[in-house]
């Protein structure tokens, strides 16, 4: 319904965007034909004609960008960007559609008719299906491949360079380490679409990214700075960690609850501050264990929170460093909190995976059910962060990597025996099936699970909360500084 010109609309294939239909033809439709109608308001409503909705899916790609930017910083090229105009309208679509002549552009001669789409229009659920679609086939036919384990990945081999290019919905993030090659892919995308030239890569989903020659940097001061405004918390007072040492004990107070405060408030801050995860390791165990409250938020939940945002006043410029000059093997770090929630009593673990000196993954999750030690709080922490690197590893096949044996840290040496011991015995029977493929993987060659002091378990800040000189140490470790001094 977005488009005005509908009967007269034509694209490159030649084909007209929209036929009239008769009446007659829209009874005989077959069942699961989508029939979309104008509204006085200029609402769009769908319904199905004696059929089920197709649906479509989205999710935010923000491993996969940063992935793929740890990715160019290794191999020192460029991420370029360019975005497709009204994607959505270039999709054919398959299912057999009809729309309302637009308001105020009927054809007087066929009031009662309506038209039958060829292509996707904004707001019917096939349109993102059959944008991909469209894409695909065309990258495909100019001799892409496309990713094993990441669809959103395309990619071009040319002797010794390697051409990436990440999908986005509309936006296209690209480079190689030719730079012809990016050349090349703007000229053929710009002949079938029509494209806006963006340049390099430097803003993308809310992410400010900063290519530079030492590295590449990733934050979202805008973002923080529009979020504290929103919630009326740029003048608090500045703190210096998001949560104190004994933090959680202020969360689980039952004398300290007090009054209920208002749901929808405290959803929204969780809701920020989840997004700002994406490039705030620092903030993620704290804000993990605030949003266990969201269904019946106190006074003391929400001090919590607002400490989490003077902290973000506090360090509105941190971000993500990934280095150049650095390995780029994958390695895993696992660690948890044994019996940290004081009311069901079970743990946290606590995750991440880097690419040499680039912290690409990071986890906060409590687990599903209560471990009985240490050592099975830890076993299943490094189960966790198994299955993460495993996944990761397919991903980067994508990228033409290999890896086997990837090493994966744990302080606990417990667990670290129970992972290296085939053998089933009394300590570990009671210990969920499902957690045991650490030790399969471990005996194929994937994984070797290492002993790391407590001292360099990195993944500690994403199980408990720290006193400000360990937090602050490690918050370093991960390569998370101030955008002033990597410019």
Request: proline share 3%; charged share 25%; hydrophobic share 35%.
């Amino acid at each position: 319904m977005t488009s005005l010109k509908t009967k007269s609309r034509r694209y490159n294939s030649g084909k007209a965007y929209a036929d009239l239909a008769t009446p007659k033809a829209l009874r005989n439709t077959p069942r699961g034909a989508l029939l979309v109608s104008n509204t006085d308001s200029g609402d769009k409503k769908q319904g199905t004609v004696g059929g089920p909705r197709i649906h479509s899916s989205r999710r935010l790609g923000f491993w996969r960008n940063i992935c793929t930017g740890a990715f160019a910083t290794h191999h020192n090229f460029k991420l370029y960007q360019k975005d497709v105009k009204s994607a959505f309208l270039n999709g054919p679509i398959q299912e057999l559609v009809y729309v309302e002549q637009p308001l105020g552009f009927e054809d007087p001669k066929k009031p009662n008719h309506v038209y039958r789409l060829h292509k996707a229009l904004y707001g019917l659920k096939q349109a993102p299906r059959a944008w991909y679609e469209c894409l695909k086939k065309f990258l495909m036919k100019n001799g892409f491949e496309i990713g094993k384990a990441d669809s959103t990945l395309f990619s071009r081999k040319f002797d010794n360079d390697l051409f990436v290019c990440q999908i986005y919905v509309d936006d296209i993030i690209f480079g190689s380490t030719n730079k012809a090659f990016c050349d090349e892919f703007s000229r053929i995308m710009t002949k079938r679409f029509e494209m806006s030239m963006m340049g390099e890569l430097k803003f993308f989903l809310g992410l400010q990214i900063k290519q530079l020659k030492e590295g590449t940097f990733l934050c979202q001061t805008k973002y923080t700075q529009d979020m504290l405004k929103k919630f009326g918390m740029e003048k608090a007072k500045p703190i210096n960690t998001p949560i104190a040492s004994k933090g959680h004990h202020d969360l689980y107070d039952e004398s300290k609850k007090g009054k209920d405060v208002d749901q929808k408030l405290y959803s929204s801050m969780i809701g920020s501050l989840l997004y700002l995860c994406a490039s705030r390791p620092d903030i993620m165990l704290s804000m993990c264990m605030c949003a266990r409250f969201q269904a019946n938020p106190k006074e003391c939940h929400l001090v919590v929170v607002k400490r989490i945002l003077r902290y973000l006043v506090h360090t509105p410029n941190l971000g993500l460093w990934y280095p150049k000059g650095s390995t780029f093997d994958l390695l895993g770090y696992s660690d948890s909190d044994h019996a940290g929630c004081k009311v069901d009593r079970k743990s946290t673990s606590g995750t991440c995976q880097f690419l040499g000196r680039s912290l690409v993954s990071w986890s906060s999750k409590k687990q599903t059910s209560v471990a009985l030690s240490t050592a099975e709080a830890e076993y299943v922490a490094a189960g966790a962060c198994c299955a993460q690197l495993l996944w990761m590893r397919q991903i980067l096949r994508d990228f033409g990597c290999e890896f086997s044996k990837i090493p994966l840290l744990c302080d606990n040496e417990s667990a670290v025996k129970l992972a290296n011991n085939p053998v089933q015995h009394a300590r570990t029977k009671h210990i969920d099936i499902c957690h045991h493929f650490l030790r399969d993987h471990k005996a194929k060659g994937d994984i070797a699970i290492h002993h790391v002091s407590s001292e360099n378990q990195l993944a500690d800040i994403f199980t408990k909360p720290l006193d400000e000189s360990r937090f602050c140490d490690l918050r370093s470790e991960l390569n998370i500084l101030d955008s002033r001094n990597v410019v």
